[in-house]
């Protein structure tokens, strides 16, 4: 049988246009099922009990359940190749930590880009750290510091939670910017790098443990916090950038989904997660984790991740970093 050409064309055209219509369909529909929001650390730390939150906030808000799912390992790619990999119809999300920029350089070979891979959806929360130091340590304020540990350069010890971690990579930047030399001591997680500070086997440790009870009873100083200002839960303590312009590190997370998702499904989620960021009960939640609330479009959230693969790859690279 034959068809007459326009017939034809008129065929071909609206089968081109079927897969569009249906991707439309779907966004228009989303969710119609659960969604799975891949978390790349243990249940009960900060990444989980945030992915959680938003969880809840977005069941609550989209009638459809998000089921946290813990895929632990390698630094958190192991969660990231999983969300990169997946179908990209927004039912496979992915918690977007710290890491994801420093991994980009830390690790020679992934199986993913992350810039490449992973649509940005919208920004969660930002944390800075405290820089502490055990009492032995002579120094009350950064300048004091920086003096200290030039005149005895590779004395004094800094904690962190593992090579390459954030806290390791927060105080290798003070190290260049700071132009000194500390020999770096990781533990296998923030617990035990806090204890050997409290007991005086390191001297410094750039942290978000809660540290009020050992700073009064003086086991501990705070000399400064790392983010860009001051931050509004100890505000008598200086920022770094105060005495180091230009020094900002801190950590935050934000939620992100595979390459090519419907923008109609990322604006979707973006707008219900930018309300639950103006929500008073999750914004004081978030203030009890130790940070302040990243709402912004997934541009934001985007450039964010762009400038901090940049800033992490010049640390890594001076560094001399390798992951363990």
């Known amino acids: 049988m034959k ?121 969660i929360i930002r944390s800075p750290q405290i820089m502490l130091v055990n009492s032995s340590v002579p120094a009350r304020s950064v300048p004091e510091f920086i003096a200290y540990a030039k005149a005895n350069p590779g004395r004094l010890s800094m904690a962190s939670a593992g090579t390459g971690s954030g806290p390791h990579l927060i105080g290798e930047l003070f190290k260049m910017m700071a132009g000194i030399d500390m020999v770096h001591v990781p533990y296998r997680g923030a617990s035990p790098a806090f204890a050997d500070l409290i007991g005086g086997r390191v001297h410094v440790l750039f942290t978000n443990t809660p540290a009020n009870e050992h700073i009064q009873a003086g086991r501990l100083r705070a000399l400064a916090v790392t983010g860009a200002t001051r931050w509004e839960a100890l505000p008598d303590v200086p920022s770094v950038g105060e005495f180091l312009p230009g020094y900002e590190a801190s950590a935050w997370f934000g939620i992100g989904a595979p390459k090519s998702t419907p923008g109609e499904i990322v604006g979707t989620l973006n707008e219900t997660i930018n309300a639950g960021l103006s929500d008073p009960k999750v914004t004081a939640r978030l203030a009890e984790l130790g940070g302040t609330v990243l709402t912004g479009s997934p541009a934001d959230l985007g450039k964010l991740i762009a400038d901090e693969t940049e800033k992490w790859r010049k640390v890594v690279k001076f560094a001399g970093i390798k992951p363990e």
């Open 3 to 123: 068809f007459p050409r326009r017939h034809f064309l008129r065929l071909a055209a609206g089968a081109a246009a079927l897969p569009v219509t249906v991707r439309i369909a779907s966004a228009q529909a989303y969710p119609s099922r659960p969604v799975r929001l891949i978390v790349g650390f243990a249940a009960g730390g900060t990444p989980d009990i945030l992915a959680r939150l938003i969880g809840q906030w977005l069941s609550e808000r989209l009638g459809q359940q998000f089921v946290i799912e813990n895929r632990t390992g390698a630094g958190g790619n192991i969660a990231i190749e999983t969300v990169a990999n997946a179908p990209a119809d927004g039912y496979t999300l992915l918690l977007v930590p710290t890491a994801a920029a420093i991994n980009a350089t830390l690790y020679d070979k992934l199986n993913y880009n992350f810039i490449r891979d992973i649509s940005p959806v919208a920004g």
